[in-house]
C-alpha cells in the first residue's frame, strides 16, 4: 500500500483546511484508514481512522466536532476535514493503513510522508 498525503499549509485560527491521502494497492479494501499528527517534541497523536469497506469512522474525542474523516472510494483518497483550527493543532499530519480498527499507531503498517499544518494565531 502506497500512501500520498498532502493538503498542508498555512491557516489563520478558526480556519479550515482539508488533507487528503491518495491510497493505492491491490487490497485496500480491507484495511483500514487513519489520520495521525504530531508536533515538535509529542509523541504521534490518533485523529480519526475510517474502514475502506464499510465507512465505519472513529474519531479522537480531541478533535470531534472540529475534524471530520470521509473516503472516496472511486477515487481511493481518505480525507480529513479540519475546522475551527487553533494553534495547538500545528504539526506534522500523516495518514496511515492498518489491518485493525484501533487508534494505536504501532497498528498502521503503512505511512505516508506527511503534510505540515501550521496554524497561527
Known amino acids: 500500500v502506497q500512501l500520498q498525503a498532502s493538503g498542508g499549509g498555512w491557516v489563520q485560527a478558526g480556519g479550515s483546511l482539508r488533507l487528503s491521502c491518495a491510497a493505492s494497492?491491490?487490497?485496500?479494501?480491507?484495511?483500514?484508514m487513519g489520520w495521525f499528527r504530531q508536533a515538535p517534541g509529542k509523541e504521534r497523536e490518533f485523529l480519526a481512522a475510517?474502514?475502506?469497506?464499510?465507512?465505519?469512522?472513529k474519531h479522537a474525542d480531541s478533535v470531534t466536532g472540529r475534524f471530520t474523516i470521509s473516503r472516496d472510494n472511486a477515487k481511493n483518497t481518505v480525507y480529513l476535514q479540519m475546522n475551527n483550527l487553533k494553534p495547538e493543532d500545528t504539526a506534522v499530519y500523516y495518514c496511515?493503513?492498518?489491518?485493525?480498527?484501533?487508534?494505536?499507531?504501532?497498528?498502521?503498517?503503512?505511512w505516508g510522508q506527511g503534510t505540515l499544518v501550521t496554524v497561527s494565531s
Open positions: 494497492g491491490r487490497t485496500l479494501w480491507s484495511y483500514v
Open positions: 496511515a493503513a492498518s489491518s485493525v480498527f484501533l487508534p494505536n499507531p504501532n497498528a498502521y503498517d503503512y
Open positions: 475510517i474502514r475502506w469497506s464499510n465507512g465505519n469512522t
